[in-house]
């Protein structure tokens, strides 16, 4: 049985793209679901001059998709929406919008509870947590919580000052630092594989395990997003964030319990020994890559909003090692990229060969033993698979792979929460466990800013790789050097 929540949210951004085609149809399933019942409100802002109906009118359209029957049940929904036009830098703004808060908490009974989320472009995020305090806005009755989206600054210094900006007015534990791949089912799986299954945990180290190979591989080029992501580029936009919150959960030690509090120190003390590379370590185990031109799509440089000489990294791989007992020696592979063969997100765990393959002889050389590897399916089929070796039927004395599997099936799968349905739940519940903590935000910038310093400055002669591939030729090669290659390979 659902637990009703209570609250006032306020959306800063409300007429974005981010709220309209993830927010308010998070919020509507967790209403279908009975996670929201009667007592909350949802208040929107933006400079925009919109009364409540036309806000609300943009509510209903964002929920369209959903089925005939559960239309009142939808217009229900909608009713709990109020706006309010407001410039998140005037100070002046912010006394109307707490008076329609503290009038919505009574109408609703909601007993002070207020969630404020930041979806807006970043440089906002401190202005609004400062004035929000000095306005009067953080009350003592209920709770209060900061949910913020990504990027959370663009390097260490940048970020470090945000954080000090928002610390001044929340405590860490009021603060929910978005990043999305933490609510995807599969990578919160990671806990229950690792942990609930001694066979799993007993063999997750340095002795068993060869590599770890992480993909998030994307079909799409920049799209309409080139006036942030050519700001950005891929480092920042994916492995500073996500990938660097996989590597964790992948590397972390088992937490003491189950907590936010357990999880997060354990994350933190894998990212602290992750090693940081000097520039010339950083320029041997990382290589970036940009678009070229495909049969249909431009280059791109060519893309509409990209300067014609930009030398934002549309691809990276690279090498990750960590410096602590459990993973001395082995190599954590990422890698991520736009305009590539497919859209999948998977992990590869491989595993070292039997010491001795005993059926060395006689077997043919293809048959040899192969490293046993255990495949996370994130996306978009979930499921694991691991590969191992057993006798070929028949006369003879032969090996081959065969895969050990489980997939989700296709009705349950449809069932998943999206990541932002889990996440604004685990908000309203108080529960920070797959939010990115500061200390964990700070490391992962540590680790990468030495890496976009160096980019910074050397010239990357693009564009090299061709759309449709899985990257430049240089990512092939940084397994290579190691007598490895990418478990996933395009079959040509
Ligand atoms: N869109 C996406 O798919 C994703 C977005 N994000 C993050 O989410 C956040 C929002 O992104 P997105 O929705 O795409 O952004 P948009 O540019 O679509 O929306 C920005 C919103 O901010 C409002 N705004 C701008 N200036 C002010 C101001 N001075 N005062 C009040 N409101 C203002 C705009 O309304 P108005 O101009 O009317 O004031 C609009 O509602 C960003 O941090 C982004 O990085 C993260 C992942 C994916
Ligand atoms: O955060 C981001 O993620 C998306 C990819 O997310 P996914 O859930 O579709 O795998 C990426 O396209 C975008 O550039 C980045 O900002």
């Excluded at 209903?60 to 309010?84: L, P, T």
């Excluded at 970043?122 to 003592?140: H, M, R, V």
């Excluded at 920042?236 to 907590?259: G, K, W, Y």
């Excluded at 001395?328 to 010491?355: C, E, H, M, N, Q």
């Amino acid at each position: 049985m659902a637990k009703e929540n209570t609250a006032v949210f306020t959306f800063f951004g409300a007429s974005g793209d981010l709220a309209k085609r993830k927010l308010y149809p998070s919020l509507f399933k967790l209403y279908q679901k009975g996670y929201l019942k009667d007592r909350f409100a949802i208040i929107g802002t933006s400079r925009a001059e919109w009364t409540d109906e036309q806000f609300e009118q943009i509510v209903a359209e964002s929920i369209s998709g959903i089925k005939e029957e559960a239309k009142d049940q939808a217009s229900e929904f909608v009713s709990h929406f109020y706006y309010i036009a407001h410039d998140v830098t005037d100070k002046a703004h912010y006394a109307a919008l707490d008076e329609l808060i503290t009038k919505l908490d009574e109408q609703y009974n909601v007993g002070g509870n207020r969630l404020f989320y930041l979806s807006m472009a970043p440089n906002f995020f401190g202005q609004i947590a400062l004035n929000l305090k000095s306005e009067g806005l953080i009350t003592e009755e209920g709770y209060n919580r900061l949910v913020i989206e990504k990027p959370f600054g663009r390097d260490y210094k940048s970020a470090k000052q945000l954080n000090e900006e928002l610390t001044s007015t929340f405590e860490e534990d009021q603060i929910y630092r978005i990043d999305h791949y933490l609510g995807k089912e599969m990578i919160q799986n990671i806990e229950a594989l690792r942990f609930g299954n001694t066979i799993i945990e007993s063999m997750w180290n340095n002795r068993y395990i060869d590599n770890v190979q992480i993909t998030l591989s994307e079909k799409l080029g920049v799209e309409d997003r080139a006036s942030y992501y050519d700001t950005s580029g891929a480092l920042r936009d994916m492995v500073q964030n996500h990938i660097l919150q996989i590597v964790s959960q992948l590397a972390m030690e088992q937490p003491v319990a189950f907590t936010d509090a357990d999880v997060r120190v354990e994350k933190v003390k894998a990212l602290r020994s992750l090693r940081v590379y000097t520039p010339s370590e950083a320029a041997g185990n990382f290589v970036r890559g940009q678009y070229d031109a495909g049969d249909t799509g431009n280059q791109y440089r060519e893309e509409s909003g990209v300067p014609a000489d930009s030398n934002t990294e549309t691809f990276v791989a690279g090498k990750l090692l960590f410096d602590n007992y459990r993973w001395s020696g082995v190599p954590f592979y990422i890698r991520t990229g736009k305009k590539l063969a497919d859209k999948f997100t998977r992990i590869d765990v491989v595993f070292k060969k039997p010491l001795i393959d005993i059926f060395a002889f006689p077997q043919k050389s293809d048959a040899a033993l192969q490293a046993n590897v255990l495949t996370i399916y994130v996306e978009p089929k979930s499921g694991f698979a691991l590969k191992v070796n057993a006798k070929s039927t028949g006369q003879g004395f032969e090996t081959e792979p065969v895969n050990l599997d489980f997939f989700q099936d296709a009705d349950k799968e449809k069932e998943v929460p999206e990541p932002y349905e889990r996440l604004l739940h685990d908000a309203l519940e108080g529960n920070s466990t797959n939010f990115a903590s500061w200390s964990e935000v700070a490391y992962a910038w540590k680790f990468v800013d030495v890496i976009r310093k160096l980019w910074d400055i050397e010239d990357p002669n693009f564009p090299n790789y061709l759309p449709g591939s899985m990257g430049p030729v240089a990512s092939d090669e940084l397994l290579q050097r190691d007598h490895w290659a990418w478990v996933y390979k395009l079959n040509k």
